[in-house]
């Protein structure tokens, strides 16, 4: 019998292997960056359910991401809510206005004007001044330029001004009050030593009869004069006269007679023996009757005394 040994091996097949791969994608990020301008600069900030606040010298902006709202509010005008609301909100141009810094202007002084849109939703829009189309309505504003920089003329009085704006269909208008801060500085009358509202007042503009030294009325005595003695330059019967008179049973004595005495005038009375030298009289006694006053000399002894009435304007 034979005995025939056999092995048998079982092969085995190479199992297939199957590599699954994955491509991780980078997290998508939401970030913000630095916004700025020739006007303004906002920091970096980022959008997030809570909101961020961004500020600068002239606004503060709260902002919400979860609803994209929020609202700003501007120094001008004061306490102003500027476009609130949703990002990308439409509205309504419900109104148009000018301001100013103030509302009284220094005459020969130069005032920046602004324009305001009223929208629905109870903001302010500014307008740039430059896209205003600017005029004067009434007053001393010699000019506006296109930027809305209006300039005061010279005045002989504080007087009101009237300006106009106009923008997109819609025309406002802004009252302002020109100061008169030097009285001796309009037209012809400039620099001439009186008040600019007394000549104009007796004389109207630009008349060479309202010269200081001029004299109107031919009473003799010139528009400088009578200023100071408040007189009516165009009125031939306004003049100032002194006399000296007797005082009845007073040999050395004498009474200086002068009118009229003029609320807000100082009266002094002078003397001198030569005209060389002129000194206030002392030693007197003083009586008003209405616009009459009496100045008596109590020692009006010498040779010879002149007296004149010196009179001033505070």
């Not at 297939?16 to 916004?35: E, Y």
């Not at 994209?68 to 005008?77: E, F, M, V």
């Not at 220094?106 to 324009?115: P, R, S, W, Y």
């Not at 002149?306 to 304007?313: E, L, P």
Request: one cysteine or more; charged letters at 15%; aromatic letters at 8%.
């Amino acid at each position: 019998m034979e005995l025939n040994c056999r092995s048998s091996r079982t092969r085995r097949l190479p199992v297939p292997v199957i590599l699954l791969g994955f491509l991780l994608a980078p997290l998508l990020q939401l970030q913000g960056s630095p916004r700025t301008s020739a006007n303004y600069a906002i920091s970096t900030d980022s959008v997030d359910s809570s909101g961020l606040r961004t500020t600068s010298a002239n606004y503060t902006n709260d902002g919400s991401g979860g609803t994209l709202a929020g609202h700003s509010t501007a120094l001008a005008p004061a306490a102003t809510t500027v476009k609130a609301g949703y990002a990308g909100q439409l509205h309504e141009v419900t109104g148009f206005s000018l301001s100013a810094p103030l509302a009284s202007v220094n005459e020969k002084t130069a005032v920046q004007l602004a324009g305001w849109q009223f929208l629905d939703d109870s903001t302010v829009l500014g307008v740039t001044a430059s896209a205003v189309t600017w005029q004067v309505v009434t007053g001393p504003i010699s000019s506006i330029h296109a930027s809305g920089l209006a300039t005061a003329g010279a005045i002989y009085q504080t007087a009101p001004a009237t300006v106009e704006g106009s923008y997109q269909g819609r025309t406002a208008n802004l009252g302002l009050s020109i100061m008169n801060v030097d009285d001796d500085d309009y037209g012809s009358y400039a620099n001439d030593g009186l008040p600019d509202d007394w000549q104009v007042q007796y004389f109207g503009i630009d008349n060479p009869d309202a010269a200081p030294h001029a004299d109107a009325s031919h009473t003799g005595q010139t528009n400088q004069f009578k200023y100071v003695a408040g007189l009516n330059p165009i009125d031939p019967t306004a003049v100032f006269t002194l006399s000296i008179q007797p005082v009845p049973n007073q040999a050395t004595q004498k009474a200086l007679v002068f009118s009229p005495v003029v609320v807000g005038r100082t009266y002094t009375v002078e003397s001198t023996p030569n005209f060389s030298v002129w000194s206030p009289l002392t030693g007197t006694t003083v009586s008003d009757a209405g616009a009459e006053r009496t100045v008596t000399d109590l020692d009006a002894t010498g040779e010879s005394k002149f007296y004149r009435v010196f009179i001033s304007k505070p």
